[in-house]
């Protein structure tokens, strides 16, 4: 990034103060603002400015409807009672046994072992005594 270009320092220099520069971006400029006395400078005028402009506006307390509602969320049941995923629970423990039976007796009927079956030959000669 070119940081001689004096327009993006103090881009980055408000997004710095106000914190909206996050990650590998920040850590960069941290240590820019190390090294390099303006950048450090630029920091000191967006925070100087910005805290001018939170004197100016007054605090405001929500509305006591807005503080029940984010109690109401924090307090939220669950998606699925405890009954519901026992169900699941059951459910898929069944399936996963029916499976295993399958592929048990899809295993047993394919590698069966070849049928041994009691043939005999016999050859008979002329007086029909065995040869």
């Given at each position: 990034?070119?940081?001689?270009?004096?327009?993006l320092i103090s881009q980055l220099?408000?997004?710095?103060?106000?914190?909206?520069?996050?990650?590998?971006?920040?850590?960069?400029?941290?240590?820019?603002?190390?090294?390099?006395?303006?950048?450090?400078?630029?920091?000191?005028?967006?925070?100087?400015?910005?805290?001018s402009l939170d004197h100016a506006?007054?605090?405001?307390?929500?509305?006591?409807?807005?503080?029940?509602?984010?109690?109401?969320?924090?307090?939220?049941?669950?998606?699925?009672?405890?009954?519901?995923?026992?169900?699941?629970q059951v459910l898929s423990g069944?399936?996963?046994?029916?499976?295993?039976?399958?592929?048990?007796?899809?295993?047993?009927?394919?590698?069966?072992?070849?049928?041994?079956?009691?043939?005999?030959?016999?050859?008979?000669?002329?007086?029909?005594?065995?040869?």
């Open positions: 990034m070119k940081y001689e270009n004096q327009t220099a408000a997004e710095y103060v106000l914190g909206t520069l996050h990650g590998k971006a920040r850590l960069r400029f941290e240590r820019l603002a190390q090294e390099r006395a303006d950048v450090q400078q630029q920091i000191d005028q967006w925070r100087e400015h910005f805290s506006v007054q605090p405001a307390s929500p509305p006591a409807s807005v503080w029940r509602g984010i109690q109401k969320r924090l307090r939220a049941e669950p998606l699925y009672s405890a009954n519901a995923m026992r169900f699941w069944f399936a996963s046994t029916l499976a295993i039976a399958c592929l048990a007796f899809i295993a047993v009927s394919v590698i069966q072992p070849p049928i041994q079956t009691d043939e005999r030959i016999a050859l008979i000669g002329e007086n029909e005594a065995p040869l």
